[in-house]
């Protein structure tokens, strides 16, 4: 059955003006300078916007020569309940790219005293076949920096079997760190007892072996209602 964007939102009326505040900004290496990617720290006064975004994602035209879109249906949930998740309180993250959003992430950071839990994590194509262009690394990456400061020792998720082009999400997360758990497909990555420094600051290390990322100094609002495009090719 295909499912329209407008079915998760139709409860929504009214959107209102967006305010994200910014983190931080990825460039991946060998990457040009446009593609520079913007990470936005978002809460439950985005979702209105966040709503309005989802709308405009449709994954059957930006990915028009996969012939197996059954797995569409259960990528948009995952875009959703990430919105759904900022609306319950829990911390999120937006990726962005040439003005467009195109990576989301919701995170909890309060029911464990020293760990995080990765909630709902998706991106997506800004154009037709052209690929999420690092979006997935660089909301990894910003995640890792926003729980190191808390002091979190340990982060868990359940990683997704819905990839664009059929891409592994398990050897995904393993590249950032992540390792398998006796639990499924539940991943973790936590500090060992023997080592000092923090394991998400050591996963930020071996991250930026690939990319180059520059924490936000001025970290003020910005009305990205009017500066974001959501005009999606």
């Known amino acids: 059955m295909k499912v329209s964007n407008s079915q998760y939102t139709k409860k929504y009326i009214k959107f209102t003006a967006f305010k994200g505040i910014p983190v931080g900004k990825v460039l991946l290496k060998g990457t040009q300078i446009s593609d520079e990617i913007t990470l936005y720290s978002i809460n439950k006064k985005d979702v209105p916007f966040l709503l309005k975004m989802f709308k405009k994602i449709n994954l059957e035209k930006l990915y028009p020569h996969i012939n197996d879109k059954t797995g569409f249906d259960d990528w948009k949930t995952i875009i959703f309940q990430a919105i759904e998740d900022i609306n319950l309180d829990y911390k999120g993250l937006l990726a962005v790219r040439r003005n467009k959003p195109c990576g989301i992430m919701s995170y909890n950071v309060t029911e464990m005293k020293d760990g995080s839990c990765v909630e709902h994590f998706a991106s997506w194509p800004i154009k037709k076949e052209e690929g999420t262009k690092g979006s997935g690394r660089a909301l990894i990456r910003s995640y890792f920096e926003q729980i ?40 973790e990555i936590k500090s060992e007892p023997d080592i000092e420094t923090n394991i998400f600051s050591i996963a930020c290390k071996h991250l930026d072996d690939y990319m180059q990322y520059k924490p936000v100094i001025n970290k003020t609002d910005k009305d990205l209602d009017s500066i974001l495009n959501l005009g999606y090719e």
């Open 148 to 187: 190191a400061g808390l002091n979190k020792k340990h982060a868990f998720l359940v990683h997704s079997r819905i990839t664009p082009r059929y891409k592994s999400c398990e050897d995904f997360y393993k590249f950032a760190g992540f390792k398998n758990t006796p639990f499924g497909n539940i991943m």
